[in-house]
């Protein structure tokens, strides 16, 4: 796998690119929020922090419509 972004039918898709700061105070906020400091790693790669991003998000949302 490269660590460098490819472009896949005009969209440029990060492989192995590590997250950006702002992706990591983000996932640092969100997994302190919803009690999961696990979910927060310094070492996570672009994709995975957006991944974890979207699951935090959606479970804090989830947990505050009751």
Not at 40 to 49: G, I, K, S, V
């Amino acid at each position: 796998m490269r660590a460098t972004a490819t472009k896949y039918g005009g969209v440029q898709e990060r492989l192995g690119v590590p997250m950006t700061r702002a992706q990591a105070t983000r996932l640092k906020s969100l997994s302190e929020e919803a009690y999961q400091p696990k979910q927060y790693a310094r070492e996570l790669t672009f994709e995975e922090a957006e991944r974890r991003i979207r699951a935090l998000e959606a479970e804090i949302s989830l947990a505050d419509s009751f």
